[in-house]
């Protein structure tokens, strides 16, 4: 804390109230600022300067940086609580992350799984009409050869009796209905292999709609959505986009205290093309990490209480479209219980993340 005169000497300090290197042998050294005061310039005694000297827990500060330190210190110590309760959220996100990525990671072996096994099922089916189709050709030809070898025989022996003719006609009858009945059968079954294929090829199609639907989820998961916020009249899209970024920083530092640099902010964009009646577009936000998300819709509350400006803006999830879907009919519902509901003492309301939206009734507050 305090320091001897020849250290001043040998690093050559003035005393910041005098301006003098000499004048007295006893130095201070401010803790904040490293200033070199002379014990006499600033109004302390010898006796105490070699209290001071002896306590090595002691801390001096000058005038200046006293008044600061005063204001310092009650920041640092609201700042430390308020990591410590950041941590803690932090550390619960991280769990919740590792769990839902281990459930990604199982519905994607699941998803992969099931479409390999309708893969081999396919494959199967395509052997077994191959096969069918040989056996009707090996049918065929044992047929032909059949009613070759009768005709041949009916040529060398030059006459044929009537019994033998109707033999013949019966036997050629018979080979005729057994290929009919054959072929009906080849038909059917070549049917139930089409309708087999068709469902097939509707599996892999809705695993297909399911796996794009699920990351198309994945990637809109750390983005959000504001609404009514004003859009720049800067003449360039650049500077306007500088313009949201900086209301965004706005309001998620001072409307809603959540703590969030730039560094945090991925893209800030606006959706859609600017339209002629001036009101402004939305404004996609996306965020480096899902904690962050999550932080900000939890402190949703805080715009009631923030400036005016704020007040206004509307925060929602970036959702896809069977999301979005989804989300109306859930409101169409709640606006139906609503009307249903003659009571008049509740209020339905959709709540909850994409995904796992539902109505919540609530009871109104006097």
Not at 59 to 87: A, M, Q
Not at 209 to 221: F, G, L, N, P, T
Request: net charge neutral; aromatic share 4%; with cysteine.
């Amino acid at each position: 804390m305090s320091k001897q005169r020849g250290e001043a000497k040998e690093t050559k300090e003035k005393c910041a109230e005098c301006g003098k290197i000499s004048g007295c042998d006893s130095w201070l050294s401010c803790e904040v600022c490293d200033g070199w005061y002379h014990a006499k310039c600033v109004g302390i005694k010898e006796e105490a300067y070699k209290m001071l000297q002896e306590l090595e827990t002691c801390h001096w500060f000058c005038s200046g940086c006293n008044k600061k330190v005063g204001k310092i210190i009650p920041n640092l110590v609201r700042l430390n609580d308020r990591v410590t309760e950041v941590d803690k959220k932090v550390s619960k996100l991280e769990v919740e992350l590792t769990a839902c990525s281990e459930n990604v990671g199982k519905m994607k072996d699941e998803m992969c799984g099931r479409v390999a096994k309708l893969e081999t099922e396919m494959a199967s089916k395509h052997l077994e009409f191959k096969n069918l189709n040989q056996v009707v050709e090996q049918i065929d030809d044992a047929f032909q050869k059949l009613v070759n070898e009768r005709l041949e025989n009916v040529v060398e022996k030059h006459t044929i009796s009537f019994t033998d003719i109707v033999k013949q006609q019966l036997e050629e009858e018979m080979v005729k209905n057994v290929g009919e009945t054959v072929r009906k059968e080849v038909h059917e079954s070549l049917g139930k292999v089409s309708e087999n294929i068709h469902e097939v090829q509707s599996s892999i199609q809705e695993t297909k709609i399911q796996a794009a639907e699920q990351r198309d989820h994945e990637s809109r998961r750390n983005n959000i959505i504001l609404y009514r916020v004003p859009e720049g009249d800067a003449p360039s899209n650049e500077e306007r986009n500088k313009q949201d970024l900086a209301f965004c920083l706005q309001l998620f530092n001072i409307g809603m205290q959540v703590g969030i640099g730039e560094e945090d902010l991925v893209h800030v964009f606006r959706l859609g093309k600017r339209p002629e009646s001036g009101a402004p577009r939305p404004l996609m936000v996306q965020l480096t990490r899902y904690n962050l998300k999550n932080l900000i819709m939890e402190s949703l509350f805080k715009l009631k209480q923030s400036e005016q400006k704020f007040r206004q803006i509307v925060i929602a999830h970036d959702m896809t479209k069977a999301e979005r879907e989804h989300c109306r009919n859930l409101v169409a519902d709640a606006r139906d219980m609503a009307t249903d509901d003659t009571s008049g003492e509740f209020i339905y309301r959709v709540r909850g993340p994409p995904g796992d939206m539902k109505i919540l009734k609530l009871r109104k507050r006097n």
